[in-house]
T-cell receptor, first 113, second 113 residues
Framework: GENVEQHPSTLSVQEGDSAVIKCTYS??????FPWYKQELGKGPQLIID?????GEKKDQRIAVTLNKTAKHFSLHITETQPEDSAVYFC????????????FGTGTRLKVLA | NAGVTQTPKFQVLKTGQSMTLQCAQD?????MYWYRQDPGMGLRLIYY???????DKGEVPNGYNVSRLNKREFSLRLESAAPSQTSVYFC????????????FGQGTRLTVV
């Protein structure tokens, strides 16, 4: 069936360095790719998303890139700060009309001060 | 604006007991979802409701039932709890089905002993 693979499962970076998390999806019909951040004891919260008609999107220190041919997309966090420490989930979804919203297994990011 | 509210936050059940997890959203969203989160497995969809009056099975529906009580509320029932149902449960909602941001509640940590 459809799945989303996410790597790495854990990532430690020094404060101020960049962090990159990668996801690969299997369903070529997917066209919406969100990234969620989950802080300890809370529910996931959307931080950035991208649709298949663009290759890159940026929001301050966070960017997402998409390669539809290779079926992979990545989250880039620059100038990391301690408050970026959390679990990050990628997901792949088709456009409206279907429930299929497949999540990756998560990446625990630790930013070391 | 509370967003998505889940109750209870924590629960311990004995094997064979039943309980209902409550979820309400105040964003006038049409679609609602129940996920379970287990270590290393990401978020897996249990049931969803595309709109008021409809419910459908997700990836892992066995052992659960749901009720879409009205547009705001979507409950998850465990009829006879099993240790395999020990997990963190999240309710989520979105304006429509698929292809857009999902808003999550704070989660319910359920332990079945």
């Amino acid at each position: 069936g459809e799945n989303v693979e996410q790597h790495p499962s854990t990532l430690s970076v020094q404060e101020g360095d960049s962090a990159v998390i990668k996801c690969t999806y299997s369903d070529s019909a997917s066209n919406y790719f969100p990234w969620y951040k989950q802080e300890l004891g809370k529910g996931p919260q959307l931080i950035i998303d991208i649709r298949s008609n663009v290759g890159e999107k940026k929001d301050q220190r966070i960017a997402v890139t998409l390669n539809k041919t290779a079926k992979h997309f990545s989250l880039h966090i620059t100038e990391t700060q301690p408050e970026d420490s959390a679990v990050y989930f990628c997901a792949a979804s088709m456009s409206s009309g279907t429930y299929k919203y497949i999540f990756g297994t998560g990446t625990r990011l630790k930013v070391l001060a | 604006n509370a967003g998505v509210t889940q109750t209870p936050k924590f629960q311990v059940l004995k094997t064979g007991q039943s309980m209902t997890l409550q979820c309400a959203q105040d964003m006038n969203h049409n679609s609602m979802y129940w996920y379970r989160q287990d270590p290393g497995m990401g978020l897996r969809l249990i049931y969803y409701s595309a709109s008021e009056g409809t419910t459908d099975k997700g990836e892992v529906p066995n052992g659960y039932n749901v009720s879409r009580l009205n547009k705001r509320e979507f409950s998850l029932r465990l009829e006879s709890a099993a240790p395999s149902q020990t997990s963190v449960y999240f309710c989520a909602s979105s304006e429509a089905l698929g292809g857009q941001e999902a808003f999550f509640g704070q989660g319910t940590r359920l332990t079945v002993v």
